[in-house]
């Protein structure tokens, strides 16, 4: 009967951990949280540009029922600037809010911008300047 009872508990917690980015801060530190999906939505934001990824829902046999996937946010350099567990029921951050329009592009040309030609050819001293705490929500 205990386990009838705390099974929907374990049930979020395991999901949570699942889709927390825990310690990570670049994108490539997130497989399996991201979906492979057809496209990502970047736009200005607050801060700069923002590539947008969905994560992906619990796993089957799990009792958790979020109302929506995570979302995570990168940086143009794939730096991890943070993620929003629940869009569906949580506000989302202005520090993560679109200034204008929004565009759609491919998951392709979406590591194109992160990780192309042009990324590698960045002064080394950019690398050295310090980022902002990231955020959890």
């Known amino acids: ?26 994108f490539s530190e997130f497989s399996g949280k991201i979906r492979h999906q057809t496209s990502v939505r970047v736009f200005e934001a607050r801060d700069g540009t923002l590539f947008q990824f969905r994560g992906f ?14 979302i995570y946010y990168f940086d143009e350099d794939g730096t991890f600037a ?10 989302i951050p202005e520090r993560f809010q679109a200034i204008g329009e929004a565009e759609h592009i491919s998951i392709k040309e979406a590591h194109r911008r ?8 960045h002064n080394k001293a950019d690398m050295a300047i310090p980022r902002k705490p990231l955020e959890q929500f």
């Open 57 to 70: 829902g619990p796993r089957a046999g799990l009792l958790a029922v979020p109302s929506s996937t995570p």
């Open 82 to 91: 943070g993620w929003v567990k629940d869009p569906g029921d949580m506000e």
């Open 114 to 121: 992160m990780f192309g030609q042009e990324k590698q050819s």
């Open 1 to 26: 009967m205990l386990l009838v009872i705390s099974y929907p508990v374990i049930s979020e917690w395991i999901y949570h951990r699942d889709i927390s980015p825990g310690e990570a801060t670049h």
